[in-house]
């Protein structure tokens, strides 16, 4: 199992971003797919999460209204779309996959899945 989040840089604030999480060695339709960052200093955290079938999907309070979470199981991506970005939204950001089954609420809350890529920093400055 292999994921590989790609996408990130330098952007001004209100800016955009998309990343993508492509997932390789597995079949990536039977996995919830999320996107969890960390900033320097503070603990890792739940961004979004989509179903492996895309029916669901999850945000933290704190993205909501600015960021999309979608997959093309096809490709094997997930992206996250990222609108409006505010300095806040600053960190490595991570793409996670798991299938046991969980809601994509208690994926995000818990950041429990078992499978974790590399991540791409996202850094937001004028």
């Known amino acids: 199992v292999q994921l590989q989040a790609s996408g990130g840089g330098l952007v001004q604030p209100g800016g955009s971003l998309r990343l993508s999480c492509a997932a390789s060695?597995?079949?990536?339709?039977?996995?919830?797919i999320g996107w969890f960052r960390q900033a320097p200093g503070k603990e890792r955290e739940g961004v979004s999460c989509i179903s492996s079938s895309g029916g669901s999907t999850y945000y933290a309070d704190s993205v909501k209204g600015r960021f999309t979470i979608s997959r093309d199981n096809a490709k094997s991506t997930v992206y996250l779309q990222m609108n409006s970005l505010k300095p806040e939204d600053t960190a490595v950001y991570y793409c996670?996959?798991?299938?046991?089954?969980?809601?994509?609420?208690?994926?995000?809350?818990?950041?429990?899945?078992?499978?974790w890529g590399k991540g791409t920093q996202v850094t937001v400055s004028s």
């Open positions: 060695g597995f079949t990536v339709g039977y996995y919830a």
């Open positions: 996670a996959a798991d299938s046991r089954g969980y809601s994509v609420r208690n994926y995000l809350t818990t950041t429990r899945m078992n499978y």
